[in-house]
Each structure stands twice: as structure tokens, then as C-alpha cells.
């Protein structure tokens, strides 16, 4: 393998490290997805037959019709589904061609593993082919109704980042959550036409830059420009995710500019509830350093007892996510309170997807789309990798 020169000696070093064998390669075909992680409950419901495997010997333990709802808990033997209590520590559930299996409400594709940890909670994975998992990611991830082009760009980056996932975390119990700290997945339940067409439509594509797998992040709007990836951690600085990109294409957004205000008393209790504690009366609130994109790096905030140093993902965390919706804000202290003026949300790594909708819009191709927000990078069939060792770029 030879490496691109221009990158850092700390990336070789991972790429050397992360060049793996073929044999040793999981299958991309398919991806685990928690659907539940420490919980001490989950509610069960099987539509149609079904088989209950031992998970650690294979074995079937149990064969039936359906399963009416049950809560299913760990107990000292193994588990309890409902009444019946099952003398393992995990099992698998495989339900026949037509059945459905529906846990909290939300209906999966594929096959579940449910695991008692140690603590008595409950892990449990959906085991899906990562087309399916796609179909049910990609209608949390973006509108139904924007044009084709855009939702075929974002299947892709999607389709990229649980490639990526699954062979970053091949030790780990699972790849991806189920929440938005992956990818929102909302199983069959949520899957609709336009962005299950997206996803046939490019089954198999992926992107990758010079030969090398790397995480595709996205996100709703960048608010102007994009952001640098090693604000996901130092090993993210990769090429593809240079930022930077001037964006003026996502001004429709709803969330390309926001304002919110915070009084001093609302800064001074949310410190108090959280994990910083309390610094005293707020004297002030300031950026005092961006990200070369402009995003607030680190925000300084005064009080009478002390001065605190967050990053713009801290004051995201302490106000809300959904309160100060990205990094890309100005803060103007106004007397009594500190008027957040901000634009975008989300991160503001790799795909702005706003920014996506209003190329489609202007007829470019998903491929022009993804050249753009991940420079340097090629369509490759996610075939191809099970032919040659994949290096992965960024990560630990
Ligand atoms: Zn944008």
C-alpha cells in the first residue's frame, strides 16, 4: 500500500495500522444496530413465526406462532420473556419469511439478539441487511419530498457511513446505535417511497477517497460554510472532510439562521445543573476561539467565582441540542441577557444537506453532490471491498 503523500504521519500510521487482511473483513452486506442498549425493559412482539435460538451454542430452543406482547427483562437465570423465563444469557430470534418482529413499538427487519449484561440491562442488536437498515435511515434523514438526486447523494453518504461503522467496530457488539449519535434508524415502521427509491437506486454505492474507507458525515445545514472534521477528534482531519467549503446554498433551510436568548440566570442555573457546577452571578459570555470555518471553539464564560472554558459542542450539550442548534453562533451580551445569534444545524462535517437539496435543485447529479461536499472522492460498489484489505481513514 502506498499511502497519499500529503497526509500527516499520524494518519499513516492509522492506515497502517487500520490495513487489514480480506479474510478477517466483516461481511458489508449486513449491519448490527442497537436497538436498545442499557435498558432494563424492552417490550416484545412477534407477528408470525418464529424461532428462539441459544445465542452462544446455536441451538433452537423454542418454535411458534406468533408472540403476543411481552416485556422482556433480565433475571438471575437468563431471561425472562413475560412469564417464561429462558435459561440463557442471550438468544437470538429469527422469525419466518412473512413475520415481523416489533420491539417498543418499532417494527425491524431482519433477525434480534437480545443480551443480559452483567448489571441485569438489556443489550439488544438487529441484525439487517444494511439495504434495509438504509430504508429505515434514510426517511429519518431526510425529507421524502426532495428531489431524487439529493436523497440519492444522501443514501449514499448514509450507505458509507454503516460501511465504515462495520468495519471500524468488528471487535464491538455492534456498529451503529440507533439514535442520532449514528444514524436515526426507524425500522420499517418509518420507511417511506421516495427514500426507499433512493436507496435501490444506489444499492451498493459508496463513497471512498483514494482507495480508502473514511466516516461520511452529514448533517441538515451548515449555515455557510463547512466545518472541519477534527472537531469529531484529531484523527478526523482527513482530506476528504477538509471543510471549509463555502456554502450558500442552504439559505432556505429553516435552520440557516436562528437567535436565541439566555439570561444570566439562565446560564448560571444550567451550570449549576450540570456537570461544570456553579461559577457564581455570570459577569460574561464570550467566544473567545473559532475553528478556521468560524465556528465557536472555545466559549469563555465569566462569574464571580470563576471563569469556565467550553468548547461550542459544550454550550451545545449545556443548553440543548435543539436550543443552540451549531457551533456557528456570535454571542452579544445585551444587559440582561446574552443574545446567541447562530447558523445551521448540526456539526457542520462533510454533506450539508440543504446545501445537497438546492444542488439537485439546480440539476446536479448525486455524484457532483458528494465531489463537492467530500472533495477528492470517488463512487466505488461496495462489492469491490470484499476483494482487497480496506484501509480505514480517521478513527483511533
Ligand atoms: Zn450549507
Known sequence: MRPPLLLGAALLIAMAAAARPAAAQPNPGWIRVAIARNDPQVTLQILGRYTLFALHTGHAIH????????????????????????????????????????????????????????????????????????????????????????????????????????????????????????????????????????????TDWIVMYRGALFPTFYHSTCGGVTENGRVMGSSYALPPLVGGIVCRLCTSSPFYSWQRRLTRADVAWALRKSRHGSIGTVRSMEVTRRTAAGRAQTVTIRGALRTLALSGYDVRALFGFERIRSPLFTVVDAGDAFVIDGHGWGHGVGLCQWGAAELARRGFSAREILSYYYPGTELVNVQALSQQPIVLLGGS
Open 63 to 202: 418454535q411458534a406462532p406468533r408472540l403476543l406482547s411481552v416485556p422482556v427483562r433480565g433475571v438471575p437465570q437468563g431471561l425472562a420473556l413475560g412469564e417464561q423465563i429462558v435459561p440463557f444469557l442471550g438468544v437470538r430470534i429469527e422469525p419466518a419469511r412473512d413475520a415481523a418482529i416489533n420491539v417498543n413499538g418499532r417494527r425491524l427487519r431482519g433477525t434480534i439478539e437480545i443480551v443480559r449484561q452483567k448489571d441485569m440491562t438489556l443489550l439488544v442488536v438487529n441484525h439487517i441487511a444494511l439495504e434495509d437498515y438504509l430504508r429505515g435511515v434514510l426517511s429519518k434523514e431526510a425529507p421524502d419530498y426532495w428531489p431524487e438526486e439529493a436523497l440519492n447523494a444522501i443514501a449514499i453518504a448514509a450507505r458509507t457511513y454503516a460501511v465504515y461503522q462495520r468495519f471500524s467496530k468488528e471487535a464491538k457488539d455492534y456498529d451503529v446505535t440507533a439514535d442520532v449519535m449514528s444514524q436515526d434508524y426507524g425500522g420499517k415502521t418509518a420507511e417511506k417511497v421516495a427514500t426507499s427509491r433512493a436507496v435501490k437506486a444506489t
